[in-house]
Each structure stands twice: as structure tokens, then as C-alpha cells.
């Protein structure tokens, strides 16, 4: 058991950090989440040059044959700074997705234009009126020659306007679900992008018999479990991210109470204030370790879905406590859009509800919480206890 | 970075695991399991049993009866005890004075003292907080005057636990009542239990229980060589005491344990003919109570596995406070599931009300002390607001 980073894993971490901090510093961010497509381009081909944009994926499909761990650093350092680059999105999901389902021809196309920075692939996976299913339900595919066509409503698509390519979850003739790749070209989708709260956008995606390339070379399979663990994975992504996010909702926080001064003392001197900051303290290491404990067990092949659901849990509560306290300490600053306080807890909010919220998997926990006697976090490999 | 313990690490925790559950009386690891109070003797059988296996000190300078563990190991030592219900060696020994007299101690108070202490041939209790003197230790009073080769100590000790069943208390005293800091003026001294002055009075808690005391010392005459280290610097050694732990300080094994029990409690409780942990409000209670004690677990072995340069992990503070209030949830969770049954705590004989469900509310109401002692959970969060977070 080593809970230590590496050196080649510090140096990534240095390498992201250095990059994303000298993106977004000031009031740079608001800049660019403030125009289209929502996130720095250049950044974006900055992160390919490093290969961060190919971490996880195998080096024959192009990618850097890195496991999640980076993944982790990466994400946490975009949270950091709260970077709008889509990595989880575009790598850990949509990536993971062609990785885990696709034919050799589609990995070796898709993630190899992913890695280059030339492919911006989101998922449309989630259908109004669905609540973090890991199934598709009402957006069919048909066959049509040799090809397929797929009918009905995505939405809400994160990144779903800018992207390149599209992976979209569909019902199969037979029942089941399965993937699609979908190019937005003339005979594309119907797509309405828009902003959402925290700087991001997504958009509206409407399929009226648009055609699509079935993902992977078996048309009868259910992808619904490769589509829950793709998800999973993500939510450990996110759980960084947070854990990033919430990092620096903290430090910001500490550092305020230490400079704002009222009742002319610094508000550090108030023992009512500095109790508050220390749980905020509290619920980030918590969190902290339950992302990593999920990120090894990934990495040792166990049960990922399973440890990503406790993971969602812990960073959602202390998301929620943290960027609560982190404004309410702040005062009425912490309300504008000026000042970035307010931002980190609307990412929070938006990483919380992507995936399956904290009560989302709590449910699930709840669900087996009978089938075993203890959480032995250190059985190996983790086999869902 | 690697999740999965080493093959001689897991080997450890297979030895750990077999010797504690098969190695100390069944009859002992039953009254833990079943939160009755051990007897003295059954504190010192365990002692000796672990003991005799160098698994009573391990943490010990090697020539005193230590092992020269990892601090992963000695996680895995003190977890493996919890779990297997064994009562750990006294900490007031092992943890407290043990540790200061092999720091700071003659050779001769070594010789004298460690074997006893390690054995439990001596009983150690603690002679710390005073009725004055609380979160805000060093304003404690109890005075020692040198007089010729004594000290003679007068003052007023409390919350002094198991002091009943104690031979002798460490104490801190006020030696030098001048010295410009409060914290400067003290000495860490060994008194006999025994020694003429000294009244031991019980206090009673609200769960009926007895096992905390008051401690009155009358003109009680010590011999000089008792004193510890330096004069005036017992602060210095408490600090040290208080301070330099790092394993056990979340009880992670001790909850484990208790949520298991609850589990099967809510198996077995039925509500209109259906089991009580079929209840999804419950259910939901367990599952988050359970992954807050993995993050609390995890954040244990951060702390433990963490190597570098000897110095604390930053996160070690937030063991306590986290970990005591997890305890606490997890008794409350027990009084909740006996529901009706958590009433009938004074049941004797012929009661139909199952012993767990007796013992559920003075165990719950008992437990509300493990957020005050060693440190409330506001010092912690002092703590972690100043020394980590700058405030």
C-alpha cells in the first residue's frame, strides 16, 4: 500500500498545473467561458502537445498507455483552477467509451484524433425524462442497409454544439443498448447548444432518422454495462475534479478570513468563522481519500462501479459543504460574478449532477448495504463490500 | 501509488488476525463484543497474554520490548485488535507513561518501571485534568514543594480513569508557581496510589456507570527520584505524550465493528413481520455511516503510510475529530435500531429485551465523552484552523 505520487506522476502534475495556472489566472476564465465554445482552443491544443488529451488510451490507439491515476492528476489540477477544457468529458467518457466498445479501425480513428486535440467526441447519453440511466430509453436505432439511423432527443449533451463527434446511446431493435457514432455533418443531428451555469455549455441534440455508425462490431450487444462502467470511471474523474475545485474553495476561503478585516480585526479572529473552515478542512481530506482509494481500485482492477459510488458520495457532501461555507464566509462578495469564489461552488453543483448526484449513489449503496459484513477498503481486489 | 498491501504486509495482518482470535480468552473477546465492562482481571489477563507475544508494546524503543514496525504495521496491530474485540493493552501504560519514561526517564526509573508497565504488573492511571483545569491544562495547580528528598504534593486531580483499579497515577504538578509562562513551571511525577494523602472518590456518569474519579492529595510525601526528566519540564513531556501519536487516534476498528452489529441488529428487529434493515431511510443511514467511516479509514492509512521526514501528515488532526464523532454515530445508530427496547436498559433476568438493546443507551450516553476527552473535538478543530489552515 503507497499512497505516495511518483516522480514522473509529480512532474505531470507540475506540468498541467503549470499550463492551466498560467491560462487562467485573473479574470481570464470569464473571458473565455464567456464566448464560444466555451473553453480555450489553444489550451486545448496545448493539452495534446503534452499527450494529456491520450493519457489513458493504449499506445496502438494513439494514446499514452497512462492509467488513472493521471487521469486523477489531471483532473484534479482542472478543477484546481476550474479549467472549462472538457477532459473528463471528452477523454475519460466519450474516449472510454470508443475505447472499451470500439473495433481496433475505430479506436485507432477516433482516440488517435481525440490525443491529437482534433476531435472533440461527447457523449449523448442522457434523454429528458431519464435520471442517470445507465440505459438509453426512448432514442431508437434502426437498421437501414448496412448502415443504422437513430431517431429521438439527447439532451442535455455537455459540450454537445462544439463537438466533433458524437457517441450516442440508442435502443437496439432487439431491446438492449447500444452505441453509436454520429457525425455532425449535413446529414447530422439537429443540435442546440447553450450555456449552462457554471460556464460550460450543452446543448439539445434531436436525431430524425440520422445515420450512424454502430460502435463496436456486434449489433445484438447490450452496452448498457460498458455505458455504467465508462460512468463510473467518469465519476472518479469528477470526484478529482471536486477534490481540485474544492482545494482551492478552501485556500480562497482561508485567505479571505486572514485579509478582510470588519469590526476592525481580521475575520480570522472570530473563533465562530475559523471552526467552520476547519470542518470545510475536514470534509476535503475525507473526500480526498476516498477519490484516490476509487482511483486504485480502478487501477487493480476491482469493483469500479461500486467504489466510484462511494466516491460519488463523500465528494458530493463535501462539495455541497464546501462551497456553501466557502460563500457564505465570504459574505456578499462571494455572491458576484466578479470575484471567483461563487464559481467553484456552480462547478461543484454542475460535477454533482453529471453522473449521479451524492443521494443518487447512496441509494445504491443502501441497496446492498446488507450484502456484507464490513468495508475492508484494503481487500484486494476491492470486490464491492 | 498501489492499493494492495505487500505479501509480507498481508501475511502480517494474517498473523495478527489468527493470534487475536485465537490467542485471548473467547470469554473476554465475548464480554468486548457484548459491551459489558471488563473486570481488572480480565484488563491484566489480556495484557499478559499479548504481552508475552511482544504484542502489548510494540512501539516501544526495541530494547524496552518493541518490534521496530512500520507505522502501517502498527495500524494493522491496532485495527486487527479492535475487530477481533480484544481490549487493547492500557493505554495509560502503553501509550501514555510507558512512552515518556522510556524518552525521558533515568535508567533507573526505566529499569524499575517498563517491564511492570509493559506486563500491567503495574496499573498506571492519569493524573492531568483538574477541576480547573480542562481544555485549558496548564493552568492546573496542584502543587509540588520540595522538602529535603520528597516532594509533597497537595491538590485535587479528576476524570481520572479507572483510577479505582490503579497502583500508581503519573501527575503533572506545579513546581515552580514563579515561572513567567504557565507552562513552564511544571513536572511530570510518579505518585503511589497508596501513599498516605491520597483519596480516591468515584464519580458517578450518566450512563451509572463508575469509571472516572476525583484524586485528592493531602501533604502526600514523594520521593525525589520520582520526578521524571527535568523539573518543570512536564509540559514539555505531556505535549510529547499527547502529541506523538499517530496510530489508533481514529477509533476506525472499534466502529467497524459496532456498524457489523447494528446490521445484524436490523436483521433481527421486526417491524408488522419485516425485517427493520429492509427500512430504506435505514438502509440509507447505514450506507452513508459506513462510507463516512471508509473516507475516516482511508484518511488513517494516508496518514500512517505516509513516509516522509517523520513529520505528521497534515490530515492526522482531522483522525480524532472525524473518528470520535463517527463513534458516536454509530451508538446512536444502535440505540435508534433497539427503538422501544433502548428504554428497558435496567431489564434483569425473565426480560424478553435482547442484551444488546439493554446495553444500547448507557453505551450511547457513555460515549458522548469520546468527543471531550484527550482533546475536545473544538481543540481539534483549533488545531486544524491554526497550525493548517494559517487562521
Known amino acids: 500500500m503507497d499512497f505516495d505520487y511518483d516522480d514522473e506522476q509529480a512532474a505531470l502534475r507540475e506540468a498541467v498545473s503549470g499550463l492551466l495556472g498560467r491560462a487562467y489566472t485573473g479574470e481570464h476564465r470569464r473571458t473565455v467561458t464567456a464566448a464560444e465554445p466555451g473553453f480555450d482552443e489553444k489550451t486545448w491544443a496545448r493539452l495534446a502537445e503534452m499527450g494529456v488529451l491520450g493519457l489513458p488510451f493504449a499506445e496502438d490507439d494513439g494514446g499514452m498507455g497512462a492509467g488513472p491515476v493521471e487521469v ?102 432487439g431491446g438492449g443498448t447500444g452505441l453509436f457514432l454520429v457525425r455532425p455533418d ?32 456486434d449489433a ?46 481580521p475575520l480570522a479572529r472570530f473563533q465562530s468563522l475559523t471552526f467552520r473552515t476547519a470542518d470545510m478542512y475536514v470534509s476535503l481530506e475525507l473526500a480526498r481519500s476516498t477519490a484516490l482509494w476509487a482511483t486504485l481500485v480502478q487501477d487493480a482492477g476491482g469493483d469500479v462501479v461500486r467504489a466510484a459510488d462511494r466516491a460519488r458520495l463523500q465528494t458530493s457532501r463535501a462539495g455541497r459543504h464546501i462551497g456553501h461555507e466557502a460563500i457564505q464566509l465570504h459574505g456578499g462578495i462571494g455572491m458576484t460574478a466578479e470575484y471567483t469564489i461563487g464559481h467553484y461552488t456552480s462547478r461543484l453543483t454542475a460535477i454533482d449532477h453529471l453522473l449521479g448526484d451524492g443521494d443518487f449513489a447512496l441509494a445504491r449503496l443502501a441497496a446492498v448495504t446488507g450484502g456484507y459484513e464490513t468495508v475492508d477498503p484494503l481487500g484486494a481486489p476491492y470486490t464491492g463490500g | 501509488m498501489r492499493l494492495q498491501l505487500s505479501p509480507e504486509t498481508a501475511a502480517f495482518r494474517e498473523e495478527m488476525r489468527t493470534f487475536f482470535t485465537t490467542q485471548v480468552p473467547q470469554e473476554i473477546r465475548d464480554t468486548v463484543a457484548a459491551r459489558r465492562h471488563l473486570t481488572r482481571d480480565q484488563y491484566v489477563e489480556t495484557q499478559r497474554v499479548l504481552n508475552a507475544a511482544g504484542l502489548a508494546v510494540p512501539h516501544w524503543p526495541r530494547e524496552w520490548g518493541g518490534r521496530g514496525w512500520t507505522p502501517l504495521q502498527r495500524h494493522i496491530w491496532h485495527e486487527e485488535m479492535q475487530l477481533a474485540c480484544v481490549p487493547p493493552p492500557l493505554a495509560f501504560n502503553v501509550s501514555m507513561v510507558g512512552p515518556v519514561i522510556a524518552a525521558f526517564g533515568s535508567q533507573e526509573q526505566k529499569e524499575r518501571f517498563l517491564p511492570p508497565t509493559a506486563n500491567l504488573d503495574i496499573w498506571w492511571c492519569q493524573g492531568f485534568s483538574e477541576p480547573d483545569a480542562g481544555s485549558d491544562l496548564a493552568s492546573l495547580r496542584t502543587s509540588a514543594v520540595r522538602d529535603g528528598g520528597d516532594w509533597v504534593v497537595n491538590g485535587q486531580k479528576t476524570w481520572t480513569t479507572l483510577g479505582q483499579y490503579a497502583d500508581w497515577i503519573f501527575c503533572l504538578v506545579r513546581t515552580d508557581p514563579t515561572a513567567e509562562k504557565k507552562q513552564r513551571g511544571i513536572s511530570f511525577l510518579l505518585v503511589p496510589m497508596d501513599a498516605p494523602g491520597v483519596t480516591l472518590r468515584p464519580i458517578e456518569l450518566i450512563d451509572g456507570g463508575h469509571e472516572v474519579n476525583e484524586v485528592f492529595f493531602e501533604d502526600v510525601r514523594v520521593p525525589a527520584e ?84 517523520g513529520k505528521p501528515h497534515p490530515a492526522s488532526s482531522v483522525l480524532k475529530l472525524r473518528g470520535t464523532e463517527l463513534q458516536q454515530a454509530a451508538t446512536e445508530l444502535v440505540v435508534d435500531i433497539a427503538g422501544p427496547l433502548a428504554v428497558a436498559s435496567g431489564a434483569g433476568e425473565g426480560s424478553e429485551v435482547p442484551e444488546w438493546a439493554r446495553v444500547a443507551t448507557p453505551s450511547y450516553l457513555n460515549y458522548r465523552k469520546a468527543s471531550i476527552y484527550g482533546g475536545s473535538n473544538e481543540v481539534q478543530r483549533t488545531i486544524i484552523a491554526g497550525s493548517i489552515l494559517g487562521l
Not at chain 1, 486523477?72 to 477523454?91: H, S
Not at chain 1, 446529414?187 to 460502435?215: C, F, K, N, S, V
Not at chain 2, 445484524?264 to 463516512?292: S, T
Request: glycine share 10%; aromatic share 4%.
Open chain 1, 220 to 265: 445484438d450487444a447490450d452496452r448498457t454495462a460498458a455505458v455504467e462502467r465508462a460512468q463510473a470511471e467518469a465519476r472518479i474523474a469528477y470526484g478529482h475534479e471536486a477534490v481540485g475545485a474544492m482545494d482551492t474553495a478552501l485556500r480562497t476561503t482561508a485567505q479571505y478570513l486572514r485579509t478582510r478585516k470588519q469590526f476592525g480585526v
Open chain 1, 72 to 173: 486523477a492528476i489531471v483532473a484534479e489540477e482542472i478543477g484546481r483552477v476550474l479549467a472549462p477544457e472538457p477532459f473528463v468529458e471528452v477523454v475519460v467518457l466519450a474516449g472510454g467509451l470508443v475505447a472499451a466498445v470500439g473495433t481496433p479501425a475505430q479506436r485507432g480513428e477516433v482516440l488517435a484524433a481525440i490525443a491529437e486535440g482534433g476531435c472533440v467526441a461527447a457523449v449523448a447519453h442522457a434523454e429528458p425524462g431519464t435520471r442517470w440511466s445507465p440505459s438509453a430509453r426512448d432514442v431508437r436505432a434502426t437498421r437501414d442497409g448496412d448502415g443504422w439511423r437513430l431517431a429521438g432527443v439527447k439532451e442535455p449533451v455537455v459540450q454537445g454544439a462544439r463537438a466533433d463527434l458524437l457517441v450516442v446511446s440508442a435502443v437496439l431493435p
Open chain 2, 226 to 309: 520520582n520526578l521524571v526528566g527535568e523539573e518543570n519540564r512536564g509540559w514539555d513531556y505531556a505535549k510529547f505524550l499527547l502529541g506523538n501519536e499517530r496510530v489508533g487516534v481514529a477509533p476506525v476498528g472499534y466502529t467497524k465493528r459496532l456498524l457489523a452489529q447494528a446490521k445484524r441488529h436490523a436483521a433481527e428487529v421486526e417491524v408488522d413481520g419485516e425485517p427493520l434493515a429492509r427500512d430504506p431511510l435505514l438502509a440509507a443511514r447505514i450506507a452513508e455511516l459506513e462510507n463516512e467511516l471508509l473516507a475516516l479509514e482511508l484518511t488513517a492509512l494516508r496518514v500512517v503510510a505516509h513516509s516522509a521526514d
Open chain 1, 186 to 217: 449535413a446529414e447530422g443531428p439537429a443540435r442546440t447548444g447553450y450555456r449552462t451555469h457554471d460556464g460550460g455549455r450543452a446543448a439539445r441534440i434531436e436525431l430524425t432518422g440520422t445515420p450512424a455508425e454502430l460502435l463496436g462490431d
